[in-house]
């Protein structure tokens, strides 16, 4: 793959992946300068869109922040996990960003002061039995096991109304978190509600359960991907539409039931005949349009009302995430009932190829000729903010109490930094590119609250070499704060070295290496908890009880950028192949060969 110049890449990517698609859909300027926030910040705070900002590069996560250069001359790089040469129509391809800390002049001091903070004594003094009372009460749904939120924005409070007029204009709430052995979401009278499960790969480091928090991810498609063509709803209409889903933004076939072809009229296996389909064939090679959407969502397509392109999610699609605490039962760490986060995107509008490929040279140009210009941060409370790529992120976090309210402007444009400008995502976003394939458990449509992450194999890159153990490979940790010690004692030697025989154990079962032991779990609930109790959120929400040794308080003031000692780029878990999508801008480019750090084991 060409590589421009170092001088000339390292600044242009840098900044596309902090600063890219600057421009939101919310027309809510910039509502201020950063400001030092107060011991007690955020413990009477008004969720308002015009609180003033903290700091003005929300959006840069903590983690970036990482100190790359070990105490015994080792580099850890643990950066190309989310900078990495990217898939088309992911056009950001990043993996420069491994080499040094380009950052803005602005984001020079790290904003992020909850990682130095030391909670040993407060974690301490907080009983077990406490913590787990805590973390085993729903705060999403009543005893009736409908949405608390829901009932809250009928009669929405006055400080979560941001535009003044009454009702809540944002996203409410509608899971029901029942589902059926297919991973639909059933209300409890049975009725659907349009959301479906899907288990995941968790993405190397921060989300692995061991660092602190369970997630999982559902979706769901417009009304008309879940109706037959006239119109009547069709869970197996719904269900092609979703295998469609899979096999455009995963890149591969996806084995479904038989299913007849002549009802849909669609060829879904691409044998060139309509008959008895066993699978979706991924055959994606414009301009033909070989592949289709079914059911009224295929007349929509014929009408060009919808759109269907590989790597692409159709307009109107939704995507809801809960960020959990830990529960231990029966000694094992599980997903607990109480949400830290409730994050929600929906696509709002259509980019094609072309488009995204022009945003994305526009933001590099700009990078190049304003190095030192910050994102603008628009958005609210109550709309969430606009990624640049026609999604809206919206979310809700504990209050002080506990209870689920809007975050603030600043704490949604935290979303924002991996959520936009990076290579690793398909479409903005992490989870479904990354879902459990067919041969897995209800053939990867579950929620984890069905069936844990025991027995669940080591997902592999397109090296043949596995993800997780090429992450901690290069890493050196099983996070990038390098904080897990536990990590660190199952998987390395005290001199630093990979245990062979820990990694060869993942390839069958990858729940040793992300879910921590009962006695971290619940001292990682206990950290947060006093985060929560501060609300300092915009101060870090890494759940660390020892003060954090590996991370950069501040960067060198002048220029020149910090190498981080990275000297060749590492590769993505998708490089390795040719991206072979006939007709689509930037795809006919070979992937580059694997390389290796050489600073790295």
């Known amino acids: 793959m060409w590589m421009p110049p170092r001088d000339l890449l390292l600044p242009l990517s840098l900044l596309l992946a902090v600063c890219a698609c600057r421009g939101t859909e919310s027309k809510t300027p910039d509502a201020g300068t950063p400001g030092a926030p107060s011991a007690d910040a955020g413990l009477a705070r008004v969720a308002s869109p015009d609180d003033v900002l903290t700091h003005v590069t929300p959006y840069i996560p903590p983690q970036c922040y990482t100190k790359t250069q070990g105490e015994k001359g080792r580099t850890h790089n643990p950066c190309f996990v989310c900078h990495q040469g990217s898939r088309p129509p992911n056009y950001i391809d990043d993996?420069?960003?491994?080499?040094?800390?380009?950052?803005?002049?602005?984001?020079?001091?790290?904003?992020?002061?909850?990682?130095?903070?030391?909670?040993?004594?407060?974690?301490?003094?907080?009983?077990?039995?406490?913590?787990?009372?805590?973390?085993?009460?729903?705060?999403?749904?009543?005893?009736?096991?409908?949405?608390?939120?829901?009932?809250?924005?009928?009669?929405?409070?006055?400080?979560?109304?941001?535009?003044?007029?009454?009702?809540?204009?944002?996203?409410?709430?509608?899971?029901?978190?029942?589902?059926?052995?297919?991973?639909?979401?059933?209300?409890?009278?049975?009725?659907?509600?349009?959301?479906?499960?899907?288990a995941y790969y968790p993405f190397p480091g921060t989300f692995w359960p061991t660092n602190g928090s369970f997630g999982d991810v559902m979706i769901r498609l417009p009304e008309s991907f879940r109706q037959d063509e006239s119109g009547q709803p069709d869970t197996e209409v719904y269900g092609l539409n979703l295998a469609i889903l899979e096999s455009l933004v995963a890149r591969r076939d996806v084995p479904i039931a038989p299913v007849q072809e002549t009802r849909l009229g669609v060829d879904l296996d691409g044998d060139g005949k309509l008959g008895t389909a066993k699978q979706v064939k991924f055959t994606w090679a414009p301009p033909q349009r070989t592949m289709s959407w079914v059911g009224r969502a295929r007349t929509l397509q014929q009408k060009d009302e919808l759109h269907l392109a590989a790597g692409l999610f159709p307009e109107g699609t939704e995507f809801a995430h809960t960020v959990r605490y830990l529960d231990v039962v029966d000694g094992k760490p599980r997903m607990a009932a109480r949400l830290k986060e409730l994050r929600y995107m929906v696509k709002k509008g259509w980019l094609r190829y072309g488009e995204l490929m022009q945003a994305s040279g526009r933001e590099a140009l700009e990078a190049v000729q304003s190095p030192d210009k910050t994102r603008s941060i628009g958005g609210s409370t109550e709309q969430g903010i606009g990624n640049g790529s026609g999604w809206r992120l919206q979310g809700f976090i504990e209050d002080a109490s506990g209870q689920l309210r809007p975050q603030t402007r600043e704490e949604h444009a935290f979303c924002i930094g991996c959520h936009s400008g990076i290579g690793a995502t398909d479409d903005s976003v992490f989870s479904f590119g990354r879902k459990l394939p067919a041969s897995e458990f209800q053939a990867g449509w579950f929620h984890w609250s069905q069936r844990g992450l025991e027995g669940v194999r080591e997902p592999v890159r397109a090296d043949g070499q596995g993800e997780y153990t090429y992450y901690l490979e290069h890493n050196g940790a099983g996070d990038e704060l390098r904080a897990n010690t536990e990590v660190l004692e199952r998987f390395f030697t005290p001199e630093g070295a990979l245990r062979p025989e820990a990694t060869q154990a993942l390839r069958a079962n990858i729940s040793p290496l992300l879910l921590p032991s009962p006695a971290r779990a619940l001292q990682l609930d206990k950290a947060y908890r006093l985060i929560v109790r501060e609300q300092s959120f915009t101060r870090g929400r890494d759940?660390?009880?020892?003060?954090?040794?590996?991370?950069?308080?501040?960067?060198?003031?002048?220029?020149?950028?910090?190498?981080?000692?990275?000297?060749d780029p590492l590769p993505g878990p998708h490089e390795g192949k040719v991206a072979r999508y006939p007709g689509l801008p930037g795809a006919a480019r070979p992937a580059p060969k694997p390389v290796s750090a050489k600073s790295s084991p």
């Open 543 to 567: 759940a660390t009880v020892e003060p954090a040794s590996n991370v950069h308080r501040e960067l060198p003031a002048e220029d020149k950028a910090l190498e981080t000692g990275v000297e």
């Open 95 to 198: 993996a420069a960003v491994q080499l040094d800390f380009a950052f803005p002049r602005a984001a020079k001091r790290n904003p992020w002061t909850n990682l130095f903070v030391d909670r040993r004594q407060a974690v301490a003094a907080m009983p077990d039995e406490e913590i787990l009372a805590y973390v085993r009460q729903s705060n999403y749904l009543d005893p009736d096991s409908s949405p608390i939120l829901a009932r809250t924005l009928q009669q929405v409070p006055k400080e979560w109304d941001a535009d003044h007029n009454g009702r809540w204009d944002g996203w409410v709430p509608d899971l029901a978190f029942s589902f059926d052995a297919r991973g639909f979401d059933r209300r409890p009278d049975g009725s659907l509600t349009g959301w479906r499960a899907f």
